[in-house]
């Protein structure tokens, strides 16, 4: 007889990682918040099925405060798209490989990369206020403020249903891949 694994929801501890440039990232396993939760077959309407499946926040540290728009924001912005993109789209296929569903949000469109769109677009910054209560700055857009960062954090989501054990370890793995090691928190907070 099947019997369904049962996986504890507390949040994890961070992972702490910082870049070879010296740019800070950290990354956290949390269920889905309880508006992912009611509004799941709107925003990632292929995953309505699934019993469980877990929420990756990935945080990167930007080098400006991302309050104000600017060439030079917007073009960190971008690269900093552009690297949770890479590391996503790698950390989706290893857990692929291994033989469960994994996805990423397309931090400037809302909508997931591999499965089909919903109705209504993923708000990151939304998402992390909800399961990391940290607060947001109503600008243009949405920005949110972290405890040591300030507004110089980069939001993104990633999902799948991977339990935390083997997120963590598909994490740290592909995060070496992309030349992001694991660091203390005390010195996180000194990073880039």
Not at 36 to 59: E, G, K, Y
Not at 76 to 86: G, P, S
Not at 110 to 123: A, K, Q, V
Not at 171 to 177: F, G, H, P, R, T
Request: charge should be neutral.
């Amino acid at each position: 007889m099947n019997y369904p694994q049962v996986y504890a929801v507390t949040p994890s501890s961070p992972i702490n990682l910082v870049g070879k440039m010296g740019q800070a990232v950290q990354i956290s396993i949390h269920p889905p918040s309880e508006y992912i939760s009611a509004n799941r077959d709107r925003i990632f309407p292929d995953w309505q099925h699934q019993p469980q499946f877990w929420v990756v926040i990935v945080l990167q540290r930007s080098r400006y405060p991302l309050v104000k728009s600017s060439r030079e924001i917007e073009q960190e912005k971008q690269l900093l798209r552009e690297k949770f993109m890479r590391f996503g789209c790698d950390l989706a296929f290893n857990l692929k490989d291994r033989g469960y569903l994994a996805d990423l949000v397309d931090p400037r469109t809302g909508y997931p990369l591999f499965s089909r769109p919903g109705e209504i677009p993923h708000n990151d910054t939304a998402v992390v206020k909800a399961l990391l209560n940290y607060p947001v700055l109503k600008n243009k857009c949405c920005v949110l403020v972290h405890p040591t960062w300030g507004t110089a954090v980069y939001p993104s989501v990633f999902i799948s249903t991977a339990p935390p054990v083997m997120l963590e370890l598909a994490i740290k793995s592909v995060a070496l891949m992309h030349g992001w090691e694991e660091i203390e928190q005390e010195v996180l907070v000194n990073q880039f």
